[in-house]
Protein backbone atom coordinates (compact mmCIF):
# COMPACT_ATOMS: atom_id res chain seq x y z
CA UNK A 1 0.00 0.00 0.00
CA UNK A 2 1.57 3.21 -0.64
CA UNK A 3 3.59 4.96 -3.31
CA UNK A 4 7.64 3.21 -2.54
CA UNK A 5 10.91 4.44 -4.10
CA UNK A 6 14.43 2.71 -4.15
CA UNK A 7 16.29 3.52 -1.20
CA UNK A 8 19.74 1.98 -1.10
CA UNK A 9 21.62 3.40 1.17
CA UNK A 10 22.16 6.78 3.38
CA UNK A 11 23.90 8.67 0.30
CA UNK A 12 20.83 8.38 -1.63
CA UNK A 13 17.76 8.95 1.30
CA UNK A 14 15.80 11.42 -0.51
CA UNK A 15 15.85 13.30 2.84
CA UNK A 16 19.68 13.87 2.41
CA UNK A 17 19.45 16.68 -0.18
CA UNK A 18 18.33 18.54 2.81
CA UNK A 19 21.87 18.07 4.40
CA UNK A 20 22.91 20.40 1.87
CA UNK A 21 24.31 23.63 2.96
CA UNK A 22 23.37 25.01 -0.85
CA UNK A 23 19.98 23.98 0.01
CA UNK A 24 19.59 25.53 3.53
CA UNK A 25 18.37 29.00 2.26
CA UNK A 26 15.25 27.38 0.81
CA UNK A 27 14.28 23.90 1.20
CA UNK A 28 10.70 24.39 -0.06
CA UNK A 29 11.00 22.72 -3.49
CA UNK A 30 12.87 19.01 -1.99
CA UNK A 31 9.39 19.96 0.26
CA UNK A 32 7.08 20.11 -2.27
CA UNK A 33 8.11 17.04 -4.04
CA UNK A 34 8.23 14.85 -0.89
CA UNK A 35 4.64 15.98 -0.43
CA UNK A 36 3.51 15.54 -3.58
CA UNK A 37 4.43 11.22 -3.04
CA UNK A 38 3.30 11.52 0.33
CA UNK A 39 3.11 8.91 2.15
CA UNK A 40 5.97 7.69 0.72
CA UNK A 41 7.77 4.65 1.75
CA UNK A 42 11.79 3.85 0.78
CA UNK A 43 12.89 0.31 0.22
CA UNK A 44 14.48 -0.09 3.86
CA UNK A 45 11.38 0.49 5.40
CA UNK A 46 11.10 4.39 6.17
CA UNK A 47 8.27 6.33 5.93
CA UNK A 48 8.54 9.79 5.09
CA UNK A 49 4.88 12.26 5.43
CA UNK A 50 4.68 15.38 3.60
CA UNK A 51 1.10 16.29 3.28
CA UNK A 52 -0.95 18.63 6.07
CA UNK A 53 -3.80 16.19 6.47
CA UNK A 54 -1.26 12.75 7.46
CA UNK A 55 0.87 15.23 9.52
CA UNK A 56 -1.33 16.43 11.42
CA UNK A 57 -2.98 12.82 11.94
CA UNK A 58 0.31 11.56 12.70
CA UNK A 59 1.11 13.58 15.11
CA UNK A 60 -2.16 12.73 17.04
CA UNK A 61 -2.16 8.89 16.51
CA UNK A 62 -1.49 7.13 19.26
CA UNK A 63 0.34 3.94 18.07
CA UNK A 64 3.10 6.23 17.32
CA UNK A 65 5.67 7.09 19.87
CA UNK A 66 8.49 10.25 19.81
CA UNK A 67 10.82 8.32 21.54
CA UNK A 68 12.41 6.90 18.44
CA UNK A 69 15.21 5.24 19.82
CA UNK A 70 13.07 2.67 20.62
CA UNK A 71 13.17 1.86 17.25
CA UNK A 72 15.01 -2.08 16.55
CA UNK A 73 16.59 0.09 13.04
CA UNK A 74 18.53 2.32 16.12
CA UNK A 75 19.50 -0.08 18.19
CA UNK A 76 23.71 0.54 18.33
CA UNK A 77 23.20 3.66 15.94
CA UNK A 78 24.35 5.51 18.75
CA UNK A 79 26.41 4.70 21.91
CA UNK A 80 23.98 4.49 25.50
CA UNK A 81 24.27 8.68 26.64
CA UNK A 82 25.77 8.68 29.96
CA UNK A 83 24.51 12.33 29.90
CA UNK A 84 20.61 12.97 29.54
CA UNK A 85 21.17 15.06 25.96
CA UNK A 86 18.60 12.45 24.64
CA UNK A 87 16.30 11.75 27.85
CA UNK A 88 14.26 14.83 26.90
CA UNK A 89 10.39 15.37 27.48
CA UNK A 90 10.36 16.22 23.57
CA UNK A 91 11.27 12.94 22.84
CA UNK A 92 8.95 11.23 25.81
CA UNK A 93 5.77 8.83 25.63
CA UNK A 94 3.61 7.50 27.90
CA UNK A 95 3.33 7.14 31.27
CA UNK A 96 6.35 10.14 31.51
CA UNK A 97 5.43 12.06 28.81
CA UNK A 98 1.65 12.69 30.02
CA UNK A 99 3.40 12.89 34.32
CA UNK A 100 5.82 15.84 33.46
CA UNK A 101 3.64 17.39 30.69
CA UNK A 102 0.78 18.44 33.18
CA UNK A 103 3.49 18.79 35.96
CA UNK A 104 5.04 22.04 33.42
CA UNK A 105 1.74 23.10 31.77
CA UNK A 106 0.44 25.01 34.80
CA UNK A 107 3.61 27.68 34.21
CA UNK A 108 2.63 27.93 30.63
CA UNK A 109 -1.04 28.78 30.37
CA UNK A 110 -2.09 31.34 28.32
CA UNK A 111 -3.49 33.81 31.47
CA UNK A 112 0.45 33.13 32.94
CA UNK A 113 1.39 33.98 29.76
CA UNK A 114 -0.08 37.31 29.44
CA UNK A 115 1.50 38.68 32.71
CA UNK A 116 4.89 38.74 30.39
CA UNK A 117 3.51 41.50 27.85
CA UNK A 118 4.97 44.17 29.62
CA UNK A 119 8.14 43.46 30.53
CA UNK A 120 8.40 41.67 26.90
CA UNK A 121 7.42 44.95 25.45
CA UNK A 122 10.11 46.82 28.07
CA UNK A 123 12.81 44.58 26.25
CA UNK A 124 11.57 45.10 22.88
CA UNK A 125 11.57 49.16 23.38
CA UNK A 126 15.29 49.22 24.95
CA UNK A 127 16.94 46.78 21.75
CA UNK A 128 14.42 49.22 19.26
CA UNK A 129 15.80 51.88 20.35
CA UNK A 130 19.66 50.99 20.56
CA UNK A 131 19.75 49.92 17.13
CA UNK A 132 17.73 52.93 15.47
CA UNK A 133 20.44 55.07 15.73
CA UNK A 134 22.94 52.62 14.29
CA UNK A 135 22.96 52.24 9.98
CA UNK A 136 22.72 48.31 10.16
CA UNK A 137 22.33 46.18 12.68
CA UNK A 138 22.18 41.75 12.24
CA UNK A 139 18.35 40.65 12.95
CA UNK A 140 20.03 37.78 15.13
CA UNK A 141 22.26 38.48 16.99
CA UNK A 142 20.73 42.33 18.26
CA UNK A 143 17.51 41.49 17.91
CA UNK A 144 15.73 38.37 17.64
CA UNK A 145 18.59 36.35 19.77
CA UNK A 146 18.34 38.92 22.58
CA UNK A 147 14.48 39.40 22.86
CA UNK A 148 14.45 35.25 23.07
CA UNK A 149 17.78 35.40 25.52
CA UNK A 150 16.25 38.19 27.59
CA UNK A 151 12.84 36.57 28.02
CA UNK A 152 14.06 33.04 28.95
CA UNK A 153 16.39 34.47 31.67
CA UNK A 154 14.07 36.70 32.95
CA UNK A 155 11.09 33.72 33.02
CA UNK A 156 13.76 31.40 35.04
CA UNK A 157 15.46 34.60 37.08
CA UNK A 158 18.83 33.82 35.37
CA UNK A 159 21.65 35.91 36.64
CA UNK A 160 22.43 38.44 33.34
CA UNK A 161 25.89 37.64 33.78
CA UNK A 162 25.69 34.07 32.81
CA UNK A 163 24.15 35.03 29.52
CA UNK A 164 27.12 34.83 27.07
CA UNK A 165 27.90 31.35 28.25
CA UNK A 166 24.27 30.37 28.09
CA UNK A 167 23.80 31.65 25.04
CA UNK A 168 27.44 29.20 23.95
CA UNK A 169 25.49 26.07 25.85
CA UNK A 170 21.93 26.81 24.05
CA UNK A 171 23.92 26.64 20.31
CA UNK A 172 25.24 23.39 21.77
CA UNK A 173 21.94 21.68 22.66
CA UNK A 174 20.32 23.14 19.53
CA UNK A 175 22.40 20.85 17.30
CA UNK A 176 21.79 18.17 19.53
CA UNK A 177 18.33 18.07 20.13
CA UNK A 178 18.50 17.54 16.10
CA UNK A 179 20.03 14.18 16.90
CA UNK A 180 17.15 11.73 17.33
CA UNK A 181 15.29 13.09 14.14
CA UNK A 182 18.11 12.71 12.19
CA UNK A 183 19.78 9.51 13.04
CA UNK A 184 16.09 8.13 12.92
CA UNK A 185 15.77 10.08 9.35
CA UNK A 186 19.29 8.20 8.11
CA UNK A 187 20.11 5.17 10.41
CA UNK A 188 22.75 7.14 11.04
CA UNK A 189 25.20 9.15 13.19
CA UNK A 190 27.50 10.44 10.13
CA UNK A 191 26.19 13.68 9.66
CA UNK A 192 27.79 14.89 13.53
CA UNK A 193 31.47 14.31 13.94
CA UNK A 194 33.07 12.50 17.03
CA UNK A 195 33.85 15.68 18.78
CA UNK A 196 30.48 17.01 18.10
CA UNK A 197 29.01 13.80 19.62
CA UNK A 198 31.43 14.70 22.41
CA UNK A 199 30.53 18.39 22.57
CA UNK A 200 27.00 17.73 23.48
CA UNK A 201 27.63 15.45 26.29
CA UNK A 202 30.04 17.72 27.87
CA UNK A 203 27.77 20.67 27.24
CA UNK A 204 24.81 18.78 28.87
CA UNK A 205 26.90 17.52 32.04
CA UNK A 206 27.52 21.38 32.36
CA UNK A 207 24.12 23.03 32.02
CA UNK A 208 22.74 20.04 34.23
CA UNK A 209 25.48 21.31 37.14
CA UNK A 210 24.11 24.81 36.28
CA UNK A 211 20.58 24.62 36.68
CA UNK A 212 21.11 21.84 39.80
CA UNK A 213 23.11 24.63 41.42
CA UNK A 214 19.95 26.84 40.77
CA UNK A 215 17.55 24.45 42.25
CA UNK A 216 19.48 24.17 45.58
CA UNK A 217 19.29 27.97 45.69
CA UNK A 218 15.79 28.49 45.12
CA UNK A 219 14.99 25.77 47.35
CA UNK A 220 16.46 27.66 50.01
CA UNK A 221 15.05 31.06 48.93
CA UNK A 222 11.99 30.55 46.12
CA UNK A 223 10.95 33.19 43.83
CA UNK A 224 8.39 33.70 41.70
CA UNK A 225 10.49 32.74 38.20
CA UNK A 226 9.55 29.18 36.53
CA UNK A 227 12.63 26.80 38.02
CA UNK A 228 10.92 28.22 41.92
CA UNK A 229 7.56 26.89 39.95
CA UNK A 230 8.13 23.77 38.99
CA UNK A 231 9.82 23.06 42.64
CA UNK A 232 6.62 23.94 44.26
CA UNK A 233 4.80 22.34 41.34
CA UNK A 234 2.23 19.02 43.06
CA UNK A 235 0.36 16.45 40.71
CA UNK A 236 -1.59 14.10 42.70
CA UNK A 237 1.03 14.07 45.26
CA UNK A 238 3.62 13.50 43.27
CA UNK A 239 6.93 16.22 42.07
CA UNK A 240 9.44 16.45 39.55
CA UNK A 241 12.80 14.91 41.31
CA UNK A 242 15.58 17.41 41.09
CA UNK A 243 17.18 15.41 37.83
CA UNK A 244 13.99 15.54 35.80
CA UNK A 245 13.35 19.53 36.80
CA UNK A 246 16.97 20.21 35.87
CA UNK A 247 16.05 17.64 32.28
CA UNK A 248 13.08 20.09 31.90
CA UNK A 249 15.02 22.95 32.26
CA UNK A 250 17.74 22.47 30.14
CA UNK A 251 15.07 21.07 27.15
CA UNK A 252 12.81 24.73 28.01
CA UNK A 253 15.94 26.88 28.36
CA UNK A 254 17.36 25.92 24.36
CA UNK A 255 13.73 25.39 22.49
CA UNK A 256 12.51 28.80 24.02
CA UNK A 257 15.62 30.57 22.85
CA UNK A 258 15.86 28.84 19.53
CA UNK A 259 12.32 28.72 18.42
CA UNK A 260 11.57 32.25 18.95
CA UNK A 261 14.76 33.42 17.56
CA UNK A 262 14.20 31.78 14.48
CA UNK A 263 10.47 32.99 14.21
CA UNK A 264 11.36 36.68 14.38
CA UNK A 265 14.03 36.46 12.09
CA UNK A 266 12.74 34.46 10.00
CA UNK A 267 9.36 37.00 10.09
CA UNK A 268 11.56 40.22 9.38
CA UNK A 269 12.79 38.52 6.67
CA UNK A 270 9.63 37.84 5.28
CA UNK A 271 8.50 41.25 5.75
CA UNK A 272 11.36 42.71 3.64
CA UNK A 273 10.13 40.12 0.97
CA UNK A 274 6.78 41.47 1.44
CA UNK A 275 6.24 44.96 1.67
CA UNK A 276 2.73 45.16 0.92
CA UNK A 277 2.43 43.27 4.27
CA UNK A 278 4.62 45.02 5.90
CA UNK A 279 2.67 47.60 4.89
CA UNK A 280 -0.47 45.90 6.19
CA UNK A 281 1.17 45.78 9.40
CA UNK A 282 2.13 49.24 9.74
CA UNK A 283 -1.02 50.22 9.01
CA UNK A 284 -3.18 47.86 11.22
CA UNK A 285 -0.63 46.55 14.32
CA UNK A 286 -4.29 44.61 15.24
CA UNK A 287 -3.11 42.02 12.49
CA UNK A 288 -0.07 41.11 14.40
CA UNK A 289 -1.31 37.14 16.04
CA UNK A 290 -2.26 36.71 12.63
CA UNK A 291 0.88 37.62 11.00
CA UNK A 292 2.37 35.63 13.25
CA UNK A 293 0.79 32.31 12.83
CA UNK A 294 1.39 32.92 8.86
CA UNK A 295 5.06 33.10 9.45
CA UNK A 296 5.03 30.14 11.27
CA UNK A 297 3.45 28.64 8.63
CA UNK A 298 5.15 30.21 5.93
CA UNK A 299 8.67 29.50 7.39
CA UNK A 300 7.93 27.14 10.74
CA UNK A 301 10.80 27.47 13.44
CA UNK A 302 11.10 23.81 13.33
CA UNK A 303 11.19 21.97 9.76
CA UNK A 304 10.96 17.97 10.55
CA UNK A 305 10.08 15.79 13.63
CA UNK A 306 10.18 11.72 14.10
CA UNK A 307 7.55 9.11 15.32
CA UNK A 308 8.32 5.53 15.74
CA UNK A 309 5.48 3.21 15.43
CA UNK A 310 4.71 1.12 18.86
CA UNK A 311 1.86 -0.59 16.97
CA UNK A 312 0.39 -1.81 13.88
CA UNK A 313 -1.20 1.38 12.51
CA UNK A 314 -1.70 3.58 8.92
CA UNK A 315 -1.03 6.41 7.75
CA UNK A 316 -3.16 7.04 5.04
CA UNK A 317 -3.78 3.78 2.81
CA UNK A 318 -0.69 2.86 3.83
CA UNK A 319 -0.11 -0.09 5.98
CA UNK A 320 3.01 0.60 8.83
CA UNK A 321 4.76 -2.19 10.54
CA UNK A 322 5.62 -1.94 14.58
CA UNK A 323 8.88 -0.45 14.95
CA UNK A 324 9.14 2.09 11.50
CA UNK A 325 10.30 5.10 11.84
CA UNK A 326 7.77 7.70 10.37
CA UNK A 327 9.61 10.79 9.51
CA UNK A 328 7.16 14.18 9.35
CA UNK A 329 8.22 17.12 7.03
CA UNK A 330 6.21 19.83 9.03
CA UNK A 331 7.29 22.77 6.71
CA UNK A 332 6.02 20.84 3.34
CA UNK A 333 2.43 20.22 5.25
CA UNK A 334 2.57 23.31 5.85
CA UNK A 335 2.65 24.39 2.33
CA UNK A 336 -0.15 22.22 1.53
CA UNK A 337 -2.48 23.95 -1.33
CA UNK A 338 -5.20 21.62 0.31
CA UNK A 339 -5.40 22.72 3.59
CA UNK A 340 -4.11 26.44 2.70
CA UNK A 341 -4.89 28.22 -0.85
CA UNK A 342 -2.09 29.74 -2.30
CA UNK A 343 0.27 27.79 0.08
CA UNK A 344 3.77 29.45 -1.75
CA UNK A 345 2.10 32.67 -0.99
CA UNK A 346 2.26 34.77 2.52
CA UNK A 347 -0.71 36.71 3.15
CA UNK A 348 -0.32 38.83 6.61
CA UNK A 349 -4.24 38.82 7.68
CA UNK A 350 -4.77 34.86 6.21
CA UNK A 351 -7.26 33.58 7.86
CA UNK A 352 -8.04 29.86 7.71
CA UNK A 353 -9.87 26.72 9.50
CA UNK A 354 -6.58 25.25 9.09
CA UNK A 355 -3.83 24.62 12.09
CA UNK A 356 -0.50 25.34 11.31
CA UNK A 357 2.00 22.62 12.32
CA UNK A 358 4.92 24.71 13.58
CA UNK A 359 4.13 23.62 16.76
CA UNK A 360 3.14 20.33 16.50
CA UNK A 361 -0.58 18.66 17.30
CA UNK A 362 -1.34 16.19 19.47
CA UNK A 363 0.00 15.35 22.88
CA UNK A 364 2.98 16.77 22.05
CA UNK A 365 1.80 20.27 21.05
CA UNK A 366 4.33 23.04 22.62
CA UNK A 367 4.00 23.92 25.59
CA UNK A 368 5.33 27.12 24.90
CA UNK A 369 3.20 28.64 21.63
CA UNK A 370 1.78 30.73 23.41
CA UNK A 371 4.84 32.76 24.99
CA UNK A 372 6.16 32.08 21.81
CA UNK A 373 3.79 33.99 19.81
CA UNK A 374 3.28 37.01 22.57
CA UNK A 375 7.39 37.56 22.43
CA UNK A 376 7.07 37.47 17.67
CA UNK A 377 3.96 39.66 17.69
CA UNK A 378 5.59 42.44 19.76
CA UNK A 379 8.90 42.05 18.04
CA UNK A 380 7.48 42.31 14.62
CA UNK A 381 4.94 45.19 15.38
CA UNK A 382 7.74 47.26 16.80
CA UNK A 383 10.21 46.19 13.90
CA UNK A 384 6.96 47.59 11.00
CA UNK A 385 6.58 50.38 13.29
CA UNK A 386 9.99 52.27 14.66
CA UNK A 387 12.24 51.03 11.98
CA UNK A 388 10.67 52.32 9.04
CA UNK A 389 13.15 53.13 7.04
CA UNK A 390 15.33 50.06 7.39
CA UNK A 391 15.20 46.46 5.11
CA UNK A 392 16.94 43.25 5.25
CA UNK A 393 20.17 42.75 3.31
CA UNK A 394 19.57 39.75 1.06
CA UNK A 395 23.36 38.98 0.68
CA UNK A 396 23.87 38.80 4.41
CA UNK A 397 21.78 35.87 4.87
CA UNK A 398 23.83 32.78 6.39
CA UNK A 399 22.10 29.72 7.81
CA UNK A 400 22.65 27.34 10.89
CA UNK A 401 23.85 23.77 10.15
CA UNK A 402 20.21 22.79 11.30
CA UNK A 403 17.74 20.88 9.53
CA UNK A 404 15.23 20.33 11.80
CA UNK A 405 15.22 23.81 13.51
CA UNK A 406 16.08 25.30 10.26
CA UNK A 407 16.63 29.54 11.10
CA UNK A 408 19.77 31.84 10.51
CA UNK A 409 22.57 32.29 11.54
CA UNK A 410 23.31 36.00 10.76
CA UNK A 411 21.60 38.53 8.69
CA UNK A 412 22.10 42.21 8.68
CA UNK A 413 19.06 44.89 8.42
CA UNK A 414 20.28 47.95 6.78
CA UNK A 415 19.20 51.72 6.63
CA UNK A 416 17.84 52.28 3.38
CA UNK A 417 19.88 54.62 1.72
Same mark, same amino acid.
Given at each position: ?????????????????L????V??????????????S????????????????????????????????????????????????? =????????????????????????????? @???? %????????????????????????N???????? @?????????V? /?????SDQ????????????A???? @??? =??? %???????????????????????????G?? &??????? /???????????EV???????FA???????????????????Y?D?????????S????? *? @???????????? /? !???? &?????????????? /??????????????????????? %????????????????P?????? =?? !???????????????????T??????????? *?????? %?????????
Open positions: MGKSVAIANFQTNPLHALDPQRPDPYGIHAELRESPLRVDDGLVIVGDYRNCFAAMRNPALGSDTLKSPWLKDVLPPAETPVLD =SIFFMDPPDHPRKRRLISKAFTPRITARY @EPWI %QGIVDGLISEVADRDSFDGVRDYARLSMGVIC @ELMDLPPGDP /TLKEWLALATELPTLVAFRSS @EMF =SAE %QLTGFDRTSMAIHAYFADLIHKRRKKPED &LISSLIR /TEEEGHSLARHTNVLLNLAAHESVTNLISSGMVILSRPQLSLLRDDPIAPLL *V @EEVLRYDAPVHV /T !ARVA &LSSTHIGDMDVEPG /TIVILLLAAGNRDEAEFPQADRF %QGDRRTKGIGLAFGAGHFCLGA =SL !AKLEAEIALKAYAERLTDFVDEDSMVYRPH *VVARGL %QSVTVRRRP
